[in-house]
Structures are given as C-alpha cells and as structure tokens.
C-alpha cells in the first residue's frame, strides 16, 4: 500500500463550463505550494478528483501544512492506494489501514463504503461492503458498525487500483487564486492589514500590495516587518509585488497645511490615491484595507466615507463588520499576529492628533486639502515613480 | 561618511583580530582536547590569550574560564555561585541599574527561592559601599555590582565595595560585571577584592561569542554547562580556538595603548558634551565628574525629539548611535538604568547613547554636532501636538 491524498473542492464544483479552468488552476497552486515540501510529488486530475502521489519517501505534515495553504481545498483526505488487486490482499491492507489510521484503539463505530466504477472487478459495492466489514470486525474488536451515523466512514474506490480512505482533514477553503482577477492591498505593519488580504485572496483574488514608510520616523525594520508580513500572507495568495511608497515628505506636507486633527483623514485619503495608482499601474480592479467600522477615529463611518471619496476603484474591507479579537485570532491562525505585534511604530501612529475628528465633514476635509496647493501632486507623482517594489512568495 | 558611535553595543574587529580568527579557522583548525600536533597547535592558541589576560589582571591563568560571551559569564557567576553556596545562604545583593544578563539571571534565582536585595542609586547612577554594607545580612552569599554602566557610563566603586564588604563578612562571592570596563581600565581583581569577573570579546574590538569569567581559585561556582569536561570541567564545550585566540590579540592591544586610547576617547566625549551642552533642550545624564564616568559613553535627552526619530536621522546622514541601550531595543518598557536615576518619560524616550572607541576622531564628533544642528530644529517642527 502506497500513501497518497485526495483534494476535495468544494465551490469549484458549482461553476458549470468555467470548472476545467478553475480546476487548472488550482492544480497549479498545489503544485507551487508542494515546491519546498521534501519529497517528489505528482498531482494528477481524473474523473473530476485532483490526488497528489508522493513518488518515494516524503515529509507528510509537510504536505498537510503545504495543502492547507492552497485557497480551494475544502479537504484533504489521506489516502492508501492498492495496486494489487486481490481481494485476500485488499482484506489484509483495509485491515492494516485501519490499525494505522486509528491506533489507539478506543472504540469507535464505522461503516464501509465501498464504490465499484471497475466493472471487471469480481465483487459489487454491496458484497465488498459487508466483507470488509467483517473483516475490520473481526480484526478490531474495538470497532462496531454503524451505518447511520459512523464515527468513521471508510471509504474504498475500486478503479484501475482500489483506494482507502476515511479521514477528512479542512483546508482552508475559498477558491484557486487567480481565478477572480487581483486587487491592491493597503498593506500597514498592524494586525488587521494582512488579514484583510488573506481573507480577499481567499476568494481567488491575486494580491499586490503597498506599504507607506515614513524614514526617519519609521524604522528600516519596520519595513523589514511589513516585508515579512507580505510574505507571510503569499504563503496563501502566492506571489506579491509590495510596493514601498516612501511618504515622509507627503506627510510632513500635510502636518504643515493642514489642520491637526484632520492630519489622518488627509494622510489616508492620500494613501488611497496613491494605492489607486499603483493599482491602475498593475491592473488591479479593486483596492483592499483592514479596515473595521468604528476601531478608530479614523474608521467610523464618517471617515471612511472621507477616504472612500478619493476613490473610482471598489474598496473591500473584509473586516468591516469583525471585532479586534476576531481579527486577533484569525492573525494568530494565519501566522501574521506575531510579527504584526512587533514594537515599531508605523507611519500612521507618528504624528496623530490627540484627539483627531472622528466625524469629519467631506467638503470641510476637501477644504482643508486645496491648502496644500499644487507642489502636492508633484510630492505624489514623485513618491510614486520613486517606490521601491519587492517581490516575496512565502512558499 | 560612516561615523560608528555605538562603540558600547559593540566594537569593529581590529584587523589582528581577524587575522587571527581566520588564521585559526584555516589552518590550526585542530580541536585542543586531541592528542596529536593540531590538537597542541590549537591548544597553544589558548595558552596564549590565558597568558595574556592572566597577565593584564595580574592572577593565575587558571583562573580564567571562557564562555560564550559576557551573558554566559553572568549568568554562571550568579547562578553558579548561588547554587554552590546555598547551604551557607540564600540572599544576594545587587544594583538597580545592572545589565539584563545580570538582572534576568537574578529575576530566575528569586523565582528558585532565593532573596535578592536590589539596591537603589543616585541621580547619577551610583550606588555607594556604604548602601552595599548595610544590606549585608548573615545569609548573604553573592554580591554582584557592574563596574562601567553601560548606558550611562557611571564608573561604580567595585573597588571600595570589594574592600568593604569583605571586611565585614570574608565569605560572600563578590562579582563584577566588567563588560564595558574591561579594555578600559586597569582592573585587578586582587586588590579590588574582586571574586568572579565578567568580560566580552566583542566590546574590545574581539570577536562576537566570546568571553571569560575570572574566577578566584578559592571560589567554586558549580558549572551550568555539562559535557566533555573542557576547562576542567567548570564549562564543557570544544574550546572556541578562533574566538579565545581573537580576544587574546585584542585584549593585549587595547592595554598595550590604554592611557592614549582613554585620552583620546575622554577628548572626544568632552567635546561632544561641550557642543551638546551649547544647545538648546538637551538633557545629559550620568555623572558629572569625568574622572566617575567612563570616557567613552555620552548619554543624553533631546527635548522633544523621539529617540528612535533621531537615531534614523543621525543615520541618514552615517552616524550611528543607540536609543538607550542596545540590548533594549527588543523591549517596550524604557531603560532600567534611567529608570532607576530618576528621569521622567519624556527624557527616557528622546535618550540617545553615544559611545566611542580610539578608532573615534574629534573630527567625527565636530560632524555629528554639525548634523544634530543641522537635524534637530527640522524634527522638533514636527512633533506630536
């Protein structure tokens, strides 16, 4: 018996003509997150199932915690492949699968379910069911069966070779990145920025991203931060091209034009302006922030409605409606809470007021920005055409 | 331009110093616990630099015993000593204004039992004999008390407080953490009634990961690193040849030219605290007596001015200096050694540390006043309203 995994998808299923290229696509993705895992690996798509054959000896957590990075999976089931096709052998190995899958012997209930598509195979679905039952009965006395409502489902696929399996392991779900187009991602050094991205490009959307850096205010490592941050997140979305906007002068700009309180509002609306650029530049069709009504001044509906303004492309804010600790935890699940709670100060937090407007009034916000004049736009053109863009792929 | 004036978190190698090392790593590769020639060519290596330093503080070679660096070498005098002597006693004596590797290993103690009395200190950062004596109890085992304060540049009396406390009860441990000190000034830990000792390679010009605990022949620190039985058994571990042999050369020349490095790094300070003292809205710790402060730390507030926003300035323009101290830059919380002198926040979080070597140039320190003049109007526009 050799070892091998079976993708389960779930949405891909739903998708009528389109679902060779949604399948394609996430061959692809399992393939590039199988890159580094030790061992060779070949995935394969028949009869509308995608299976990874590990050739030789391999890492298996690798593969599990490889596969549960692809965007698509719904699940992941190990699974024993027999090539031998007799059934005094195909008793022995159910048997043996078993006592591997479940060694510690507590009792439990199961049920076969076995599936003939061979035809030339000598036993149908039903005798091979009640068969290898008896023969798990009679080898694990721990076990029991029951057929309607198993602790285990063994599952036995008699085709070209017989295939055994009966756990089901999450994936994390979504669709193939790729398959929906890209997006731009406001990409900060916090908490919330990088789970934003995660949960767009769960939908199959590709991301890049750009990070505002403010020297000397912030820190060469705080960029190195946000580096690691990005390439956490590629761990998931694949490939990003993060681009680092140097704004200190946009900022100081807008600190000496621009009234106190309102420094934040103007310094985002700048922010969204040049994350459209970047993303008209990239052909991104929509814009991703972390951001979460009412987590601070700068979120309430009244600022966002603010920064909205300076928009044309689509704003998705996965985390509009989450609480911090439902942020929190799902950093803390996709690997990015502990290099997002890092000490170094971001470009936001350097100059705020202390007690900055929490519901600014667009056209007194527009107002205050004609004070900044034209020398603005040339500040922005300038930061723009003078970002340094890093390639990270987590994989 | 590159101005490197953080000579307190660690030094650039001497070019003898590397020399050596790579001399040692290419071809005396041989580990000295083997029998054969390379094992004897790798072993004289040790010999040498114990000769040396055996030399410089005037005790036995010995006495000497390598480490992985000024941490291990605390972390073993506390800990070592305590665990040895704990049957006599279980109380320990100490300063507010220690290095974490000194303070978190009596932070570890404390939680096993142990009663540790940290001394308060002045504005200046010193704590006196006096203070140390009168918290001398009967059960007091293990006196630790740094020598250079590596943020402030405080010089400490281990000498007086070596004297004194032995006077009053000859059986406690004294050690000193000379880190910053050691290369720096003449120690003697004979005279100074100093028991255990701590020295890093890589503040005098040395390699990184190495260092060595000066340990009097009459004290006993149980070892904390168990093995082969290397160094008699009180640090296990194949001997580091090229590090042991990297510290020896830089230790022998830092003391071959002590009395015109310290002139010419107190020159230096003394102009860079001049040309600080010129300016508006700057605060300078430490004391204030130059011949109590080593003569190579400057430490200072910048009203205002955020002390990691400057940093980066300074840097933009190749200086470099330290937010505090290094080793806290990967905390939150402000520096214990301000802390404990009593400065308020705002002067803790716009502290900027200076340091020197006799590699600094007077001409270096005129350019880094040129520049803080240059940059301190232009940050101090912009702050936080």
Redesign the interface.
């Known amino acids: 018996m050799t070892k091998a995994f079976l993708i389960k998808y779930a949405e891909i299923g739903i998708k009528g003509k389109n679902r060779h290229y949604f399948e394609d696509r996430l061959v692809h993705h399992i393939v590039r997150s199988l890159r580094d895992v030790e061992g060779r690996f070949e995935v394969t798509k028949e009869y509308g199932r995608i299976y990874v054959f590990p050739q030789g000896d391999f890492d298996y957590n690798g593969v599990l915690e490889a596969l549960q990075c692809v965007f698509g999976i719904s699940g992941i089931c190990p699974v024993g492949v027999i090539e031998d096709m007799d059934f005094e052998n195909l008793k022995e190995e159910t048997v043996r699968f078993m006592k591997e899958t479940y060694p510690d012997e507590t009792p439990r209930t199961f049920k076969v379910n076995a599936r003939r598509s061979n035809r030339k195979y000598p036993k149908d679905s039903m005798q091979l069911n009640a068969d290898l039952g008896e023969a798990i009965l009679y080898a694990c006395p721990w076990l029991k069966v029951n057929v309607h409502e198993p602790d285990i489902l063994l599952t036995v696929e008699v085709r070209a070779s017989i295939y055994l399996y009966a756990e089901e392991i999450p994936g994390p779900g979504g669709m193939p990145v790729g398959s929906n187009g890209s997006a731009m991602l406001l990409l900060s050094g916090g908490i919330d920025s990088p789970v934003a991205g995660y949960m767009v490009s769960k939908r199959g959307v590709q991301l890049d991203a750009v990070y505002f850096h403010a ?6 490592r705080a960029k190195q931060k946000v580096v690691d941050l990005a390439k956490q997140v590629s761990k998931y979305s694949g490939q990003i091209r993060l681009h680092i906007v140097n704004f200190t002068d946009i900022q ?1 700009e807008i ?2 034009k621009c009234p ?1 309180e309102e420094l934040t509002i103007i310094m985002r609306r700048y922010m969204m302006r040049i994350a459209e650029m970047f993303a008209e530049r990239d052909g991104s069709k929509g814009l991703i922030t972390g951001e979460s009504i009412g987590q601070v001044a700068s979120q309430t509906i009244d600022s966002l409605v603010c920064t909205n303004a300076v928009c044309t492309l689509p704003v998705f804010r996965p985390l509009i409606g989450f609480d911090k600790q439902d942020i929190v935890t799902l950093a803390e699940k996709i690997g990015t809470y502990e290099t997002s709670i890092l ?1 170094f ?1 971001d470009c936001c937090t ?5 007690h900055p407007v929490t519901h600014p009034i667009l056209e007194i916000i527009e107002r205050s920005e004609k004070k900044l004049g034209d020398k603005i736009e040339e500040m922005v053109q300038e930061a723009v055409s003078g970002a340094e863009t890093v390639v990270v792929d987590g994989v | 331009m590159e101005i490197y004036l953080d000579n307190a978190a660690t030094t650039a190698c001497y070019t003898e110093t590397a020399d050596i090392v790579r001399e040692t790593m290419l071809s005396a590769y041989g580990n000295p616990s083997s029998m054969h020639h390379k094992g004897v060519e790798a072993e004289s290596y040790i010999r040498n630099t114990a000769r040396v330093l055996a030399d410089i503080l005037k005790v036995k070679e010995k006495e000497i015993f390598y480490t992985s660096g000024g941490t291990e070498a605390d972390n073993w005098a506390l800990t070592g000593t305590a665990l040895a002597y704990q049957r006599r006693g279980r109380h320990i004596i100490s300063t507010a204004v220690e290095h974490p590797a000194v303070s978190a290993a009596l932070g570890n103690l404390r939680e096993q039992g142990f009663d540790v009395t940290i001394l308060p200190v002045d504005r200046e950062g010193f704590v006196s004999a006096e203070q140390v004596c009168s918290a001398i109890r009967e059960d007091t085992v293990l006196v630790s008390v740094m020598m250079v304060n590596n943020e402030i540049g405080t010089l400490e009396p281990v000498g007086e407080i070596g004297e004194q406390i032995h006077r009053i009860k000859p059986d406690i441990v004294f050690h000193v953490d000379a880190v910053q000190a050691f290369g720096k000034y003449r120690i003697r830990p004979r005279t100074m009634k100093i028991d255990l000792m701590s020295v890093s390679g890589h503040k005098i010009h040395g390699p990184k990961g190495v260092g060595f605990l000066f340990v009097d022949e009459r004290v006993h620190p149980v070892p904390l690193i168990l093995g082969g039985g290397q160094q008699k058994g009180m640090r296990s571990g194949t001997d580091n040849v090229p590090g042991v042999a990297g510290l020896g050369v830089a230790a022998g020349k830092m003391y071959s030219r002590l009395e015109e490095n310290t002139a010419s790094m107190r020159a230096c300070r003394e102009m860079l605290a001049e040309g600080l003292a010129g300016m508006e809205g700057v605060i300078l710790h430490g004391p204030a007596d130059p011949e109590r402060t080593a003569p190579y730390i400057l430490n200072a507030s910048f009203t205002g001015v955020r002390s990691e926003v400057l940093l980066h300035a300074l840097e933009d323009k190749g200086i470099y200096v330290s937010s505090g101290s290094a080793c806290s830059t990967h905390k939150k919380s402000g520096s214990p050694t301000l802390t404990a002198i009593g400065c308020t926040e705002k002067e803790k979080e716009s502290a900027i540390r200076f340091s020197f070597s006799e590699m600094t140039t007077e001409e270096e320190i005129g350019y880094t006043l040129q520049a803080l003049r240059e940059i301190l109007p232009m940050l101090r526009r912009f702050i936080r309203k």
């Open positions: 020297p000397p205010y912030t820190s060469e100081l600190y000496e106190h000490p100060e350097i100059f705020v007021a202390k």
